[in-house]
Nanobody
């Protein structure tokens, strides 16, 4: 049923900005949480941000707080993350993820999400 497709990655200079999009397909996302995770080579997949579909409650990893903004368009079934003031350490493959809130007791834990997009590469150069 549910499928996710991330896009918008690319090369950007340190200090620059980039926006990522995740197109979600499915019957309904009521009761879902949508999230962004990222993984750099040799590192664990780490939480970036989440947003609940219905209420719009959001939260961020400390490493991106104040620089990244997650949002969603419930009509278009899209999830976005706007990334500003990018740093070299933001370089990673970025993944969108989704799952029912009733089955996820911690929205920051990657393995609890059942649905994932394919990932899009963000490279921040200095």
């Amino acid at each position: 049923h549910v499928q996710l497709q991330a896009c918008g990655g690319g090369l950007v200079q340190a200090g620059g900005s980039l926006g990522l999009s995740c197109a979600a397909s499915g019957r309904t996302f009521s009761g879902y949480v949508m999230a962004w995770f990222r993984q750099a080579p040799g590192k664990e997949r780490e939480f970036v941000a989440y947003i609940t579909w219905s209420g719009g409650t959001s939260a961020y990893a400390d490493s991106v707080k104040g620089r990244f903004t997650i949002s969603r368009d419930t009509t278009r079934k899209m999830v976005y993350v706007q990334m500003n003031s990018l740093k070299s350490e933001d370089t990673a493959v970025y993944y969108c993820a989704a799952g029912p809130t009733r089955n996820i007791d911690n929205y920051r834990i990657a393995h609890l999400y059942p649905k994932w997009g394919q990932g899009t590469l963000v490279t921040v150069s200095s």
